[in-house]
């Protein structure tokens, strides 16, 4: 009975906690979708109290991913249950299991905290990884806001400039400038015959 306990036990662990990332694995931490349900429940708690339109919260961007959803669809969910505007920014420099509330007011004020960036600048970020969807693009990452570049997934791990092109509700769409931007040049590849046409010709001659 106690080994069944003890596996009982480990098994719930192992479903609520993961190595610590912090420490090197010496000890445990909760994981990021323990973190996002408990994190909801606050924000709801906290909406209930406030009368102001819009709240922006900050977590580590793990736990974002999971607050927003598929699409946004999590989030438009939440928002529809408390009647409020629910801004998420991912942050790697938050702790996993840490939380923060940078912004509580109307909605054109939080807006502005929570859109760091704004449609036609220009800005200078490091593609951090490629985009899960289409490897194709990378992602940036802008004071937490997370910016979807077009063409950037060959370019993760480096710092190049980029151009918002449009700003959705949890993203923005932005193009690279520069030389980046420039398409590699391939190689013609030889017509089928060419060779073997001037092979002929050769002969002939």
């Given at each position: 009975v106690e080994m069944t306990r003890k596996k009982v036990r480990q098994g719930i662990d192992d479903f609520l906690q993961q190595e610590c990332p912090y420490c090197g694995g010496k000890g445990k931490v909760l994981t990021a979708s323990v973190v996002s349900s408990r994190i909801e429940q606050e924000?709801?708690?906290r909406l209930k109290q406030e009368k102001a339109e819009a709240i922006l919260v900050e977590?580590?961007?793990?736990?974002?991913?999971?607050?927003?959803?598929?699409?946004?669809l999590y989030?438009?969910?939440?928002?529809?249950?408390?009647?409020?505007?629910?801004?998420?920014?991912?942050?790697?420099?938050?702790?996993?299991?840490?939380?923060?509330?940078?912004?509580?007011?109307?909605?054109?004020?939080?807006?502005?905290?929570?859109?760091?960036?704004?449609?036609?600048?220009?800005?200078?970020?490091k593609i951090e990884e490629p985009h899960a969807n289409n490897p194709f693009d990378g992602i940036?990452?802008?004071?937490?806001?997370?910016?979807?570049?077009?063409g950037g997934g060959?370019?993760?791990?480096?710092?190049?400039?980029?151009?918002?092109?449009?700003?959705a509700r949890t993203y923005a769409k932005a193009n690279l400038l520069g030389d980046k931007a420039k398409p590699k040049a391939k190689s013609p590849r030889p017509r089928r015959g060419s060779r073997k046409k001037r092979l002929i010709a050769h002969d002939s001659s």
């Open positions: 924000i709801k708690n977590v580590h961007h793990s736990v974002a991913s999971l607050l927003i959803g598929s699409n946004g989030l438009k969910k939440m928002e529809e249950e408390t009647g409020k505007n629910i801004f998420v920014r991912g942050s790697e420099h938050m702790h996993i299991e840490q939380h923060r509330v940078l912004r509580v007011g109307s909605l054109e004020d939080v807006k502005k905290s929570a859109y760091p960036v704004e449609a036609g600048g220009r800005y200078q970020v940036a990452r802008v004071s937490g806001f997370v910016l979807d570049v077009v060959a370019f993760v791990g480096e710092t190049v400039e980029v151009e918002i092109q449009e700003i």
